[in-house]
């Protein structure tokens, strides 16, 4: 049975950094394009950032460009999302996925509230 793990979200304030986990256990690990994604309250869920199978390719949002760095460890089966300069407009649930998502997998995703 494949399962996502996320962990790592909590209060932030604005300028400040956090680092997202997502554990992947079953046949999923290791071998596949792995994305973050978040929803927002009211929100349609939205696109993150994406890492290739080897971490040889990675792909952000505009919004994250330049703050947000995606990055695996193959060997812990493990995909993390270091945020930094984060902004209260990226107040989210936070989810990972393979890319492109697949139903079954979702997770119940992290928390991460950017608030003064």
């Known amino acids: 049975q494949v399962q996502l793990v996320e962990s790592g979200g909590q209060l932030v304030q604005p300028g400040g950094s956090l680092r997202l986990s997502c554990v992947m256990s079953?046949?999923?690990?290791?071998?596949?394009?792995m994305a973050w994604f978040r929803q927002s309250p009211g929100k349609d869920r939205e696109f993150v950032s994406s890492i290739s199978w080897n971490g040889g390719a990675t792909k952000y949002a505009d919004s994250v460009k330049g703050r947000f760095t995606i990055s695996r460890d193959n060997a812990k089966n493990t995909v993390y999302l270091q945020m930094n300069s984060l902004k209260p407009e990226d107040t989210a649930v936070y989810y990972c996925?393979?890319?492109?998502?697949?139903?079954?997998?979702w997770g119940k995703g992290t928390l991460v509230t950017v608030s003064s």
């Open positions: 079953g046949r999923i690990s290791g071998f596949y394009a």
């Open positions: 996925n393979t890319n492109p998502p697949a139903m079954a997998y």
